[in-house]
């Protein structure tokens, strides 16, 4: 089971990057899908989490009106759609998956990860 999260790169303060997560069709299937991001020195955080309809999703504060989660289960994708980025949104992102069609903000509530794709936004 592997999850590749791309989409990474480097952009100047207020540009915009589209993050891409795929897996198998079995992993994805019926599960919903997390956003998780790590800067350095700093813990892991919850950033956006979708469900597997995608009808419901959620945001940590932080990230709400700039950032948009979305799948396409025909694809077996989900993005991360960033916009308005800010120097404090560089970090090593993370697609994650979960075992019930919706996961929370709890990074333990996640069972599959992906490898990680590196944010660098410059001031």
């Known amino acids: 089971v592997q999850l590749q999260a791309s989409g990474g790169g480097l952009v100047q303060a207020g540009g915009s990057l589209r993050l891409s997560c795929t897996a198998s069709?079995?992993?994805?299937?019926?599960?919903?899908v997390g956003w998780f991001r790590q800067a350095p020195g700093k813990e892991r955080e919850f950033v956006a989490t979708?469900?597997?309809?995608?009808?419901?999703?959620y945001y940590r504060d932080s990230v709400k009106e700039r950032f948009t989660i979305s799948r396409d289960n025909i694809k077996n994708m989900v993005y991360l759609q960033m916009n308005s980025l800010r120097p404090e949104d560089t970090a090593v992102y993370y697609c994650?998956?979960?075992?019930?069609?919706?996961?929370?903000?709890?990074?333990?509530?996640?069972?599959?990860w992906g490898q990680g794709t590196q944010v660098t936004v410059s001031s």
């Open positions: 979708i469900s597997w309809s995608g009808g419901s999703t």
């Open positions: 994650a998956s979960g075992r019930r069609s919706f996961v929370g903000t709890v990074s333990s509530e996640y069972v599959y």
């Open positions: 069709r079995r992993t994805f299937n019926n599960n919903g």
